[in-house]
């Protein structure tokens, strides 16, 4: 039996099976495992995930799959999770001008040691299209993107080295599915260099689709079935500044201890040179010799000199701003740094760390994860990034239906709440951020506040050294990870001025525990919001390195309709009353769509 949805079938339970297997019938998505629960020690962990619709059960710990319908051919349409849309990609199709290879192709292959042969067997093809950087009909190379078997994505190459991949079709890694039941596999920056290594007798190659970027969210819908089993990884990368980009951030999703590093020597810079100039025998002995990541904490001149190259030719560089007005000169930021932010209960804090991450988030990709409590359930904090992501309050008839959805979807891809059913102890929530990283490419993680963790402080140990000891583990967490890591802590109790009957702003010495909060801190911030004038005050307090800023004050009014912040420059008199500001009622997605739009990922260079 099946039942119908939009014009497919989805699988039916089967109830006899369930009740065989053990899994209980009352629809939650998170149960006990039948399989191993009875021998683990955390008899807490619900690690078998069930989906109702396609009847299938996975253990995320035994990795034990169950089946529970009644048959086994399933068309199965997803559902929207949280009323997000499921993204739709178009179908590239045949072209109706498809040929083979020419002759001049084929020696271009040859000349660069690839045999036709190879290429072909590829589906490489010939095509002639219009290229967009040349506004004329060019002859093309064409190499087919496939997902188990289904083409999904193709990238043209002109003469000229001109690029182009499928509008609106799906970015995929090429070559994905040659990787998939493989222990080990290489990545590269370019189709020519995953050839190279299939000459050489390496089939467990991939290439990245749109040359060296670090936004690697093509990766994400392969990182459980296709990357995570992988014993080791061999990143080969370009030598030049954006392939060490790329290395770095590939490192930094899968791990310092599964990956190798492929160098080519003098005088090459890519797989593809390394074979015209040394032939198979060199790509060979270049993998054989792929080195590991620095052990972490131990460096020479030679283990960074790429990096050294690169500051000595351009210079200490500014880190990602937030665009907001006056404090862009105050601070910019970078990950593998630890922030910490603190404040007054209720003047904002974690408003304005929520701003800052969507607004790292719509400039430069950041995706954000968040271990913060005080907003479950979840569905309390969501409202309050969409109001900032629309430019409207969260409401029925104010907010439109399509802007609703547009927020959902955007949040959806972009942020994460970690609340582990297992505890909220520092090392279980690191342990679930690293895990967003992986799968996910996380830039900033925050944790808001300090005083919801689960501190448990050894007999015989102070807190102070207790405290040194956690931030420690966030600094190690941010440089390995390669994350911004933000902590929100509160101040001690403050006394009142009995004048002004204000809290004078807290410093990050008056943290309450340590002032380990302000040693140990790469960025240092102090929420201060003066009710009195109608201002919010941004106390940057400590910045470790002064090319990324130095300490100062900015003045943000509050849109209390959206959550925003707008910045402005306070009068300098008391007498002189605040200019009025204007309010920015945008919707920040399509300004980001725009943008985008006109950074298109249709245009891309290997």
């Known amino acids: ?56 059960a996975h253990c995320h710990y035994c990795g034990k799959n169950f089946f529970f319908g009644k048959t086994e051919k399933i068309a199965y349409t997803p559902q929207p999770k949280n009323r997000q849309e499921v993204k739709t990609y178009k179908n590239p199709g045949r072209l109706a001008n498809e040929e083979p290879l020419d002759e001049n192709m084929k020696r271009w292959f040859s000349d660069r040691g690839i045999p036709a042969e190879v290429a072909e067997a590829e589906g490489i093809f010939k095509v002639c299209r219009k290229m967009p950087q040349t506004g004329q009909v060019e002859k093309c190379i064409v190499f087919p993107y496939t997902v188990e078997g289904k083409l999904v994505n193709r990238k043209y190459r002109d003469g000229a080295k001109n690029f182009m991949l499928e509008s609106g079709a799906k970015l995929v890694p090429w070559r994905i599915d040659h990787i998939r039941h493989t222990a080990e596999c290489i990545i590269t920056e370019g189709e020519m260099d995953a050839l190279s290594f299939l000459v050489s007798g390496r089939d467990e190659v991939i290439s990245v689709p749109n040359g060296a970027q670090t ?68 790509l060979r002995k270049a993998i054989a010799e792929a080195q590991e990541v620095p052990l972490e904490g131990v460096f020479t001149a030679d283990d960074v000199a790429d990096e050294l190259h690169r500051l000595f030719e351009k210079g200490l560089q500014k880190g990602a701003t937030l665009d907001m007005g006056g404090l862009d000169d105050l601070l910019s930021v970078e990950t593998g740094r630890l922030m910490v932010v603190t404040g007054i209960p209720g003047d904002g804090k974690s408003e304005f760390l929520d701003e800052m991450a969507v607004r790292l988030s719509l400039r430069y990709g950041w995706r954000c994860a968040w271990f913060s409590p005080e907003n479950f359930p979840v569905t309390l904090h969501h409202p309050k990034l969409i109001e900032k992501l629309i430019g409207k309050r969260f409401l029925k008839g104010v907010m439109s239906e399509a802007e609703f959805m547009a927020a959902v979807g955007y949040l959806s891809a972009n942020f994460f709440d970690i609340l582990p059913e297992e505890g909220y102890r520092v090392d279980t929530i690191l342990e679930k951020a690293e895990a967003l990283v992986r799968r996910k490419g996380i830039r900033v993680f925050i944790l808001d506040p300090y005083n919801c963790l689960e501190h448990q402080i050894p007999q015989g140990q102070s807190e102070t050294q207790y405290i040194s000891e956690f931030l420690e583990k ?39 525990g340590s002032a380990a909060f302000f040693n140990k801190a790469d960025f240092g911030l102090a929420i201060e919001r003066d009710r009195t004038q109608g201002v919010t005050r941004v106390h940057v307090q400590k910045v470790k390195f002064r090319h990324l800023g130095y300490p100062g004050v900015a003045s943000f009014q509050y849109n209390t309709h959206c959550g925003r912040f707008v910045a402005f420059e306070e009068s300098k008199s008391p007498d002189i009353p605040n200019p009025d500001v204007k309010w920015d009622n945008s919707c920040w997605i399509m300004k980001n769509e725009e943008r985008r739009m006109k950074n298109s990922l249709l245009f891309v260079s290997s």
């Open 1 to 56: 039996m099946y039942s119908v949805v939009n014009n497919k079938t989805i699988m039916e339970i089967d109830y006899n099976k369930l009740e065989e297997l053990d899994i209980k019938n009352d629809g939650t998505k998170k149960q006990f495992c039948p399989e191993c629960h009875a021998d683990r020690t955390n008899k807490r962990d619900k690690s078998l995930s069930v989906d109702w619709n396609r009847c299938i």
């Open 215 to 282: 936004n690697l969210t093509f990766l994400d819908d392969f990182i459980e079935t296709h990357l995570e089993n992988k014993t080791r990884i061999y990143i080969a990368a370009d030598t030049d500044a954006k392939g060490l980009e790329l290395r770095n951030e590939l490192v930094r999703r899968f791990g310092e201890e599964k990956c190798r590093i492929v160098t080519y020597g003098e005088g090459c810079k890519d797989a593809n040179e390394l074979l015209q100039q040394g032939g198979v025998e060199a």
């Open 474 to 512: 966030l600094r190690s967490f941010a440089h390995r990870r390669r994350v911004l890591v933000v902590l929100a802590a509160h101040p001690t109790k403050l006394k009142r001025d009995p004048v002004t009957k204000r809290f004078p702003v807290p410093t990050m010495y008056e943290i309450s």
